[in-house]
């Protein structure tokens, strides 16, 4: 029983740091930077799991393609902290290839937990849309359960208005708020 303590104490820490990183945004995509395993700021998965022993063979298999990043100059924060006006999200390369692609316009980004999602802005009648199929849920709202139109865009009013009723009654910061 001893043991259970410190060990929920360390998820708990755990938790709220990731939880201090969430974060929807929107803004302008600056850059974007894929690294192959082993350059800086991308550590090679195979080095970490590598046996400490005196092991003269092992096996490391891995189908992840590297790191990828992207920089985004923030125009406004929907809910969390951008932490500066410019915020860099950083994620590996899976097996499906990179999910930040090289795009230079308006982008709404949304952190939870480690996993980041993104879609291009699209601007119509003033008002700021995001592709359902790229940014799939916000807070555990679907995004296909708003009714995508025939380009498969969903106003992001409408996004944020469902998330603020399905956290009703719970903390809820700064919830279509800006920077």
């Known amino acids: 029983m001893n043991h259970v303590r410190p060990l929920a104490l360390a998820l708990l820490v755990a938790v709220s740091q990731a939880s201090a990183q969430d974060v929807l945004l929107a803004g302008k995509a600056q850059r974007v930077v894929l690294l192959a395993y082993g350059a800086e700021g991308c550590p090679d998965p195979c080095e970490a799991r590598k046996p400490q022993s005196d092991a003269s ?66 601007v119509r009648a003033g008002k ?16 296909s359960d708003l009714d995508p139109d025939e380009d498969d865009l969903v106003a992001l009013d409408s996004l944020l208005k469902r998330v603020r009723q399905s956290t009703e009654g719970q903390q809820a910061p700064n919830v279509g708020g800006r920077k």
């Not at 090289?102 to 699209?122: K, L, M």
């Open 128 to 143: 700021i849309h995001i592709e359902s199929k790229k940014l799939r849920s916000v807070r555990n709202i679907k995004t």
């Open 57 to 122: 063979q092992w096996v490391c298999i891995n189908n992840g393609g590297g790191c990828e990043s992207m920089e985004v100059k923030v125009e406004q924060v929907f809910w969390g902290d951008a932490g500066g006006t410019t915020r860099v999200f950083k994620q590996g390369i899976g097996e499906w290839g990179p999910r930040f692609t090289d795009w230079r316009g308006q982008v709404v980004v949304n952190q939870e937990g480690g996993s980041i999602s993104w879609s291009p802005a699209h």
